[in-house]
């Protein structure tokens, strides 16, 4: 996101890097790791065990595991739930403690990716947590995918990338703000579920804002959204 004053958006603009398109995962897998097919998968998903048949069939996310979104279908419409879910985890890993945040990446990630990918979660919680200090007023994240498109599916590995923007707001450090992405993330079908092999994150595109309404304070946005939720919510 580029600012408009330095002195203004300068520390907001780390986390919105950090966070914006959730678990971030580069060169992790090769870039034609995820083999392409014609079309969506029209088998039968195997049933999740535990899971009654009516819930497998669903794209999920089925339940929560470790404060994160799992159990998904081994469909297309699966590795298009997952990518969307694993996308908007910013602002529940912003939450965790360390030991809750390795946790969280066990259950997201590949057991390949695991290790990298908990690096680079952790370097980037200490940024952003760095960047938000000095104030004890609430952090507000929110994250949405806007649209999604599927680059390539087999019952073994999916490419799916995810239009996304996040809203970051902290009063007395971060004015209320937007930020856009691509996310694309290779999956890849693990322990019965779809994991994170690898995600790359492009900038953008950003629409031009919309002068016919001024920015929101951070207080005016806490105000005018209370009793707003997540859409989606907890399976």
């Known amino acids: 996101m580029r600012a408009r004053k330095a002195s203004r958006w300068a520390v907001p603009a780390v986390v919105l890097g950090a966070f914006l398109a959730g678990m971030a995962v580069r060169g992790l897998a090769s870039p034609g790791s995820a083999a ?16 009654p048949a009516t819930e497998a069939s669903r794209p999920g996310p089925l339940r929560f595991e470790s404060g994160v979104p799992v159990g998904y279908a081994r469909t297309r419409e699966g590795a ?26 066990r259950a997201m990630a590949t057991g390949d990716a695991e290790g990298a990918l908990l690096a680079e979660t952790t370097s980037r919680l200490a940024a952003a947590r760095a960047a938000l200090a000095g104030t004890d007023a609430p952090v507000e994240y929110r994250q949405a995918a806007v649209a999604v498109r599927v680059d390539s599916f087999d019952r073994e590995r999916a490419r799916v990338a995810v239009w996304n923007v996040g809203v970051l707001s902290r009063e007395g450090v971060a004015p209320p703000q937007a930020g856009w992405a691509v996310s694309t993330f290779d999956l890849a079908w693990e322990r019965g579920d779809w994991k994170v092999a690898a995600e790359t994150i492009e900038p953008g595109p950003a629409p031009v804002t919309n002068e016919a309404v001024a920015p929101a304070s951070a207080a005016e946005l806490r105000s005018r959204l209370a009793g707003f939720v997540p859409f989606g919510g907890r399976p």
């Open 80 to 105: 298009v739930a997952a990518a969307v879910s694993f996308m908007a985890t910013g602002e529940a890993l912003l939450g965790m403690s360390p030991v809750e945040v390795r946790a969280a990446v």
């Open 36 to 51: 392409p097919v014609g079309g969506a998968d029209t088998t039968s998903p195997p049933r999740h065990e535990g899971v």
